[in-house]
């Protein structure tokens, strides 16, 4: 199962482009989970430690609904808004929280694998270095990070919203971005997950 974290806290841009990435995996036959922040409580880590002797986290919330998913899934698609040049705020309370569960299991994310999605409001606005941020967290973790090369794709999906669901919508590089990384996401699902069991 590959897990689509979406890290907006508005049904807009970032999840209509999320949910895209997820129906062009479900058509290869990959099972997908969606996940978003919209509504949700998620707190900020708060360096307690309670978790390095607990090996849980001591903050009930909604992360608990992520967790099983996290620790179930094969993959990840992580999508983010661009904000102030870099991730949500939402998204990194999300990365940070894993601790919990890479205490209780070291091995938790390691070999599996990991793309990003950026939207900006701009047309350059930080997509890249969001982007960054997110392959940051795949590396520390052990996920290997999925790009989607170069001539239309380089580090992972772009997007440009122009802030709003339409913008999105038009942005035809930002959708080429996005099937250019899946189509790579893809072919490294059936090579480390399934072991070159490539339906096609
Ligand atoms: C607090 C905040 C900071 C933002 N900073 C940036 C930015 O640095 N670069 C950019 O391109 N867009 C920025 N934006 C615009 C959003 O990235 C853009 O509207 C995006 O489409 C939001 O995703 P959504 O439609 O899924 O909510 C910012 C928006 C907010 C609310």
Not at 9 to 21: D, G, W
Not at 47 to 56: M, N, S, T
Not at 143 to 152: A, D, E, K, L
Request: glycine share 10%.
């Amino acid at each position: 199962m590959i897990l689509g974290i979406c890290g907006s806290p508005r049904k807009k841009a970032t999840e209509h482009v999320l949910r895209e990435a997820l129906a062009m995996l479900e058509k290869d036959g990959i099972e997908t989970e969606f996940f978003t922040v919209r509504k949700k409580e998620i707190s900020f880590c708060q360096h307690c430690d309670y978790c390095l002797k607990k090996k849980e986290c001591r903050i009930r919330d909604d992360m608990y609904e992520l967790y099983p998913l996290m620790k179930e899934a094969e993959g990840y698609i992580f999508a983010t808004p661009v904000y102030n040049g870099g991730v949500s705020a939402q998204i990194k309370a999300v990365m940070d929280r894993t601790r919990a569960i890479v205490v209780e299991n070291m091995d938790v994310f390691r070999h599996k694998i990991g793309m990003a999605i950026a939207v900006g409001g701009d047309r350059i606005g930080g997509q890249e270095l969001a982007i960054q941020q997110i392959h940051t967290f795949f590396i520390l973790n052990g996920i290997i990070p999925v790009s989607g090369g170069f001539f239309g794709a380089n580090l992972g999906a772009t997007f440009w919203s122009k802030d709003t669901l339409d913008g999105v919508m038009e942005d035809e590089g930002g959708f080429r971005s996005l099937r250019k990384t899946v189509r790579r996401f893809k072919e490294m699902y059936f090579r480390i997950c399934r072991g070159n069991q490539n339906p096609k």
